[in-house]
């Protein structure tokens, strides 16, 4: 047995297990790392440290302590409250203004992780106060993202066109960008009716705030309606982490961890009970996970699957089974990653001119980036991190059947739709 399929019986084995004996999946990933690394691939330690999502890992600290902090201190209650009152107090129309706010970050430049680790806190936290389904608010923040992901002047879209230039390919950027947005669009009002959207208040519902205020002469200060310093310099802080993502470049992580240093500096009690907050059980399973699949990028599994694909001689079934290998791979890696692996690999083929070359990289961009809602990926795990008030372990396995549905019927969809017809 080769050791690329020895890598692969492993990563279902760790499945498996964390399934049936409920062991914390990051844990047992990297045993596997370590394993598979040292008894298969002769790696060394550092050699396997190397694929440890050492950027992830910020992210996901940085931002759920942030907003850690902004729920003890009760601005995202002050935050849901206010997004209450600008849709007029109605509960149906908010996962919709979340798609859309996560779509305008994506479309004019924020890193797809970037939009949602900004979105979802304030949208899941709306979703725990009128109880709305979590699966249904993250996935809809998920999708936006995606949504607005491929626009000509967006990072994906920029990335892929280049890729396609570089590769000398015939390509549409506009093609590329209705392509996402019209499929996670589908795929988002599909979720809205499944999950309960269609039953969601659709009139004016009093937000807790002013429930308070008309109840009881005598509010207490702190009520969701009113800005202390605290709230007010948190808030700041939101403000400084959107604009130093989206007009400076910096990183995510990096930057909510400073500002929430900041404000811990002047409140100290909310800064502790917000570092006990951090969801550290899915830290531990983003990056282990993550970190077994770098071992198998090095060991070269992923190549070696796109590669037994692409020598395929039925070109149709090869673009079919790409798009799986895409959707497979980027819900427990980078979608960037991947897409940039693929779309050379598609290149044979589509030089003899049977398939489409717009139809076939609109279909492998978005199977490559609709199935990011999965746990393993890091929309996902920040989706999962910043979900208050739910019991976690079976929101990751909603996220995971999710992430498996989406991986499953997205692939032949997007095919039958793209790349059948031979667009180009």
Not at 186 to 206: D, M, Q
């Amino acid at each position: 047995m080769s050791d690329e399929l020895i890598s692969i019986l492993v990563l279902v084995v760790v499945f498996v297990i964390a399934t049936t004996r409920s062991i914390n999946m990051g844990a047992l990933s990297f045993a596997a790392a370590f394993g598979v690394g040292e008894l298969v691939a002769d790696f060394s330690a550092d050699h396997i440290f190397a694929g440890f999502p050492g950027d992830l890992f910020v992210v996901l600290v940085g931002v759920t302590y942030l907003f850690a902090l902004a729920r003890a201190n009760g601005t995202t209650d002050w935050l849901v409250h206010a997004s209450i009152r600008l849709v007029g107090g109605r509960v149906a129309l908010i996962p919709w203004v979340m798609f859309a706010i996560s779509g305008a970050l994506t479309a004019i430049g924020a890193v797809s992780p970037a939009a949602v680790a900004i979105v979802a806190p304030l949208a899941l936290s709306f979703a725990a106060r009128y109880q709305i389904s979590p699966l249904l608010m993250g996935a809809m923040v998920v999708h936006g993202s995606q949504g607005g992901g491929f626009s000509p002047i967006s990072i994906y879209g920029s990335i892929v066109n280049g890729i396609v230039d570089r590769e000398k390919l015939p390509g549409n950027e506009i093609t590329l960008f209705l392509a996402s947005l019209v499929v996670n669009l589908i795929i988002a009002a599909i979720v809205f009716v499944v999950c309960g959207g269609l039953k969601l208040p659709r009139t004016a519902v009093a937000t807790a705030g002013e429930e308070r205020e008309e109840g009881a002469e005598e509010a207490p200060a702190d009520a969701a309606g009113r800005l202390t310093p605290a709230r007010i310099a948190t808030l700041a802080a939101l403000v400084a982490l959107v604009v130093a993502v989206l007009a400076f470049d910096l990183d995510a992580g990096l930057t909510a961890i400073t500002l929430a240093v900041a404000l811990s500096v002047f409140w100290p009690d909310h800064g502790r009970k917000a570092v006990n907050e951090v969801t550290w059980p899915t830290v531990l399973l983003i990056c282990g996970v993550l970190t077994y699949v770098g071992v198998l990028d090095e060991m070269g599994t992923i190549d070696y699957a796109g590669k037994a694909v692409s020598d395929i001689g039925i070109p149709l079934l090869a673009a079919l089974l790409l798009c799986y290998i895409g959707a497979i791979v980027s819900a427990f890696a980078s979608s960037v990653g991947i897409m940039g692996a693929l779309i050379p690999l598609a290149v044979p083929f589509l030089a003899q001119g049977d398939i489409g070359a717009v139809g076939m990289i609109a279909a492998l961009a978005v199977s490559a980036t609709v199935v990011d809602v999965s746990p393993f990926s890091t929309n996902g795990a920040l989706v999962l991190a910043n979900a208050p008030d739910v019991d976690r372990d079976r929101f990751f396995r909603q996220l995971m059947v999710y992430g498996g549905i989406m991986v499953v019927a997205v692939p032949p969809v997007v095919w039958l739709a793209m790349v059948v017809p031979g667009l180009g």
